[in-house]
């Protein structure tokens, strides 16, 4: 075991999420703002309970778009003792080590996307995004590559797709029987903004983009935020809603680094690295967990985290996920039945947020509140957000205070 | 089938201190890739530090251009016409430095000639080109590990 000192330590006591559309023809740090306000009203503390943020763009500066600067800016906070910006599933993990630490007491998390100009056609027509495009650095690929063919970050995962199913002698169906799973959750969820279901066959006429990567492969670029309120277990008892604790986390990195060029083999990328982090700190195992959600940015991504965490062998998820399959709902069900897999229908149905939307949807399934939505089993959740090669963050959280 | 072409011709190609060695090889018809001048170790993309010792001394030796691929995918120039031609973009693993992937596009073939783990050969590319270009190597020829 390695050391886990913030286990049960820290909790999300708020969330706030803005509706995801299509073309809302809002900033960033509008968006950003609108979901910081609903975050804060949800916890029930105003703007002076703040003292912590953590904000997002890849950008070092703390400022544009919805940087931490700009967040307490345009919310007016008066003075925070941390700041930083995140992204992907780190901007989460940031956040729950500074109140750890002692650095704040009670941070903000701000995540803002927007369907980007480099994302479609018809994104690029758009002169308020190409406008937008040209202010401030907000993530993408954190700096050209070396050799710079690689257009769009889509061609290295299908090249690795490709990789993929020659080493394992498999097919697509992995990916596509994720793309069904994700879709039917989001044909229940009237957020999504996606909300027709799909069959494996859909997913297999669907358009080829980079082969092997067709378009149901891909999340749904959208405008959209997330925002969380993080604070102390022990402050957490005194706020109104029921707390959602951390128990445990871990980021990975190897020493490829960012670049897409030099990936190392497919069971040392970086995936496994912050899994293998994470089960090395948590009480709880694979076995444990409720609700599972892996990062769907593209759906190699999701089959990584899935035989990362040690849910199936390498090259095993699609037969995994045909043992795994509910015909009735057309979804996966881990654990022999138990475990749902990215309710809410991630990005690829409800919409392209890094992930941030997978943080909400598991805090508001393990406090209970999602109607008809909610899952019968709620008491832990297994987040694993990122990509490949950089970055990924893997969070264990749980219902309730844990004493 | 499809036709493979190959890039189009890039806007720009930034050279800077650390890649240069890299674009002049591939101008003059050759692949060189950066090694450590202290340990030997090569190493892709370039970088100030060796990844293995440390060393911030490097060399760039040429090398045979032959190689093997490690993987790739195809794309459509333009993606409403499915028939139209396509690209190939994919990862080499040079014959001297089998750990390492070049980005390059593969030429000079038909789409059902790519297979994963064939040997490829270098391709001299006129000036301006922005990536290594490499073909299917004749089947004699050994193409990486």
Known sequence: MARNPLKDQVAVVGVG???????????????????ALKAMADAGIDRRGI?????????????????????????????????KNG?????????????????????????????EVNMSRSAARDPFRLRASRFGETGGMGGRDFARRWLHSGEPYAAWMKRY????????????????????????????????????????????????MQMLDMDIPVDGAEAFVITTAERARDLRQKPVTVHAMSLGGTRVGEFYENTLPWTENAFWVAMEGLWARSDLTRTDVDLFYPYD??????????EAAGFCKPGEAGDYFRDCWDRRENILRLNGGRTLVTTGGGGLAHGRSGGSNLYAEAVR??????????????????????????????????????? | MRDVVPFSPPAEVDFDAGTRPYWEALR???????????CHAFRTPPSRYCPHCRSTEDEWP?????ARLYTYTIVALDRRDAEGPVYVAGLACPEEAPDTKVFCNIVDCTLDQIVIDMPLELVATEAGTDAARFRPAPATAQGGR
């Open chain 1, 297 to 306: 940015g593209y759906t190699i991504d999701a089959v990584a985290v899935v």
């Open chain 1, 87 to 115: 992204w992907l599933g780190s901007a989460f993990v940031f956040a729950v080590e500074a109140v750890f630490s002692g650095l704040c007491d009670t941070c903000l998390v701000v995540q803002s996307y927007r369907r």
């Open chain 1, 165 to 212: 199913m020659h080493d394992y002698g498999v097919g697509k169906d992995a990916f596509g029987l994720m793309a069904v799973n994700n879709r039917s959750h989001g044909a229940r969820n009237p957020d999504a903004v996606i909300q027709r279901a799909i069959t494996l066959d859909d997913y297999h006429a669907s358009r080829m983009v980079w082969e092997p």
């Open chain 1, 365 to 403: 399934q393990l406090r209970g509140s999602q109607g008809e939505r909610q899952a019968r089993h709620a008491d832990s959740a297994l987040i694993t957000i990122g990509s490949m090669y950089h970055d990924p963050s893997a969070v264990l959280l749980r219902a309730g205070e844990r004493r």
């Open chain 2, 28 to 38: 003059e018809g050759a692949l060189s890739i950066q090694r450590c001048a202290h």
């Open chain 1, 17 to 35: 999420s803005t509706a995801y559309g299509r073309d809302q023809q809002r900033s960033l740090l509008s968006l950003g703002v609108e979901a």
């Open chain 1, 51 to 83: 003292d912590g943020i953590c904000g997002s763009g890849m950008s070092p500066l703390a400022v544009g778009n919805a940087g931490f600067l700009s967040v307490q800016g345009a919310l007016g906070i008066e003075k925070v003792t941390w700041g």
């Open chain 2, 62 to 66: 040429r090398l045979s251009g032959r």
